[in-house]
């Protein structure tokens, strides 16, 4: 295997094949810090430019789309409280709180490293244990989906801040909206109000745009003669190498949760994100610190998302199931391409796959220089006056909500969620409850009305399956341990 890499390091670093891999890490980047622009979208839009490429070059550049997209996503949040991708979602609590004290160099450059550690850890994994978590993987039926689905939902209630009673209210109506459209099981209409455009429900990326991005500009709207921008202070500079070490061991343990959650068809970096940012917080000395701008609240949903990366080709490439829709184009390329996904792809085409792997570790490498290399550049977006941020912010969002269906309606739910956020920053009610119930409130239901279906009525399958009651017990501890925080809080 150590002789196919060092093969692969080779392709990958061959004037041949380095270019596409260069070009597809900076075109990722700069489309996942595009609000709107996601890393599925990105991929699926080059797509059919690789249909004449030569199949490594074809696949080395949709990978490096993916690495760069899911990186760039924090780039806007951390800097405008805009996620250029749902999964950089989380990213947005504690990342623009450190930029608007002046700190979007260091928020900037965590978000780098952590995301190169994330990308690292999870194609080590890929290379090292696909055929084990493949396998993990597939134990996981409609009754562990709707537990991983529950243990997400738990994060609810952690990531409210001082007002968990607000946050569980958000939590609510994010579920409602996500009742919205056709039935999963017997496609009746639900709240579609006779509307074909709500038939499948809302999609995520205009609420999105609309809470996080249009809320944000709302409220900066009311301030727009103060020329107010955010002194990026290169001075406090990048993170420092005793603080990278520090950051290491939630790095790490956020890097290999991201690789077994994207292993798991279906769960994807959004989820991995959450997931990992609330195990960091509540493992954490200091849980007060995150929603303020902490270091480990950057570092943990970072490096998680990016797990999910080589996590996601684990059952793509062992078993031709792809782990995320991302995964999803990718089998698409590799059919075009004339490789059969599953276990004979490693023997008949090692040469493509191990040049695959390597190209992935390179890949994560190019990440991270031009995410350090580029921390200046980025950081002078908070320098540009209100006056001219605020209009550009607008139609970004505009143009975001739109592309995604080619959708004027898509316009208005953004504009429609954006005042509902803004409401909600009035009333100072957390918006990241309701993405979080809008993603994984359809996977909740669908699957626990499967698996009711499976069990012919019964709800056994709650206490008699491992890895069910494993997920279920850890979202009662998540509860739990968040209602003793803040009972502690309280009483301080």
């Not at 622009?37 to 690789?50: E, F, K, R, S, Y």
């Not at 909206?177 to 429900?201: E, I, W």
């Not at 998302?305 to 990718?330: C, R, S, Y």
Request: proline share 5%; hydrophobic share 55%.
């Amino acid at each position: 295997m150590i002789d196919l890499l060092v093969q692969g390091l080779g392709t990958a670093l061959s004037p041949q094949v380095f270019p596409f891999l260069f070009f597809g890490v900076m075109g990722g980047i700069a489309i996942g810090s595009l609000p709107g622009l996601t890393a599925t979208m990105g991929v699926a839009v080059l797509l059919p430019l690789t249909f004449g490429m030569e199949s490594t070059r074809a696949l080395v550049l949709l990978v490096g789309i993916y690495i760069g997209a899911i990186y760039g996503g924090s780039i806007s949040a951390i800097l405008l409280k805009t996620p250029g991708t749902p999964a950089a979602a989380a990213t947005v609590l504690d990342g623009h709180q450190m930029a608007s004290r002046g700190e979007a160099a260091k928020a900037l450059s965590i978000s780098a490293v952590a995301s190169f550690v994330g990308g690292m850890v999870s194609t080590i994994m890929l290379i090292s244990f696909s055929p084990v978590l493949a396998k993990f993987a597939l134990r996981f039926g409609a009754p562990e989906y709707f537990a991983l689905a529950v243990f997400g939902l738990s994060i609810i209630a952690s990531i409210s801040g001082k007002h968990p009673i607000k946050g569980l209210l958000a939590g609510m109506l994010g579920l409602l909206v996500a009742t919205v459209g056709l039935d999963p099981v017997t496609s009746y209409p639900r709240f579609t109000f006779n509307q074909m455009h709500l038939y499948n429900g809302f999609s995520i990326i205009p609420v999105l745009i609309g809470l996080f991005a249009l809320s944000e500009a709302f409220v900066q709207m009311e301030n727009f003669r103060i020329d107010g921008k955010i002194d990026t202070n290169f001075k406090r500079g990048i993170v420092s190498l005793k603080e990278t070490i520090g950051l290491l061991p939630t790095m790490l343990k956020s890097a290999l949760m991201g690789t077994i959650i994207g292993s798991i068809p279906g769960a994807g970096a959004d989820i991995a994100a959450f997931v990992t940012y609330n195990e960091a917080r509540r493992s954490s000395k200091t849980p007060k610190a995150f929603g303020t701008g902490c270091m480990e609240g950057i570092a943990a949903p970072e490096a998680g998302n990016n797990g999910v990366t080589g996590g996601a080709l684990v059952p793509l490439l062992t078993l031709g199931v792809p782990g995320d829709a991302v995964a999803a184009i990718m089998l698409g390329a590799l059919i075009i391409q004339g490789l059969q996904p599953g276990p004979l792809l490693f023997t008949q085409n090692a040469d493509v796959i191990y040049g695959l792997f390597a190209s992935m570790l390179v890949g994560n490498i190019l990440m991270l220089a031009l995410g350090l290399l580029g921390v200046r550049l980025f950081c002078r977006v908070v320098e540009i006056p209100k006056r001219v941020i605020i209009p550009v912010v607008i139609t970004l969002s505009v143009v975001g909500a739109y592309s995604m269906n080619n959708s004027v309606f898509d316009v208005w739910v953004a504009l429609g969620f954006g005042v509902i956020g803004y409401l909600m920053q009035k009333v100072e009610m957390p918006a990241s409850p309701v993405i979080l119930a809008v993603i994984l409130g359809p996977m909740a239901e669908s699957n626990l009305r499967r698996a009711v279906l499976m069990y012919q009525g019964h709800y056994d399958f709650l206490w008699t399956r491992p890895i069910t009651v494993a997920f279920l017990a850890l979202a009662a501890i998540s509860l739990v341990s968040s209602w003793m925080r803040a009972k502690k809080e309280r009483n301080i």
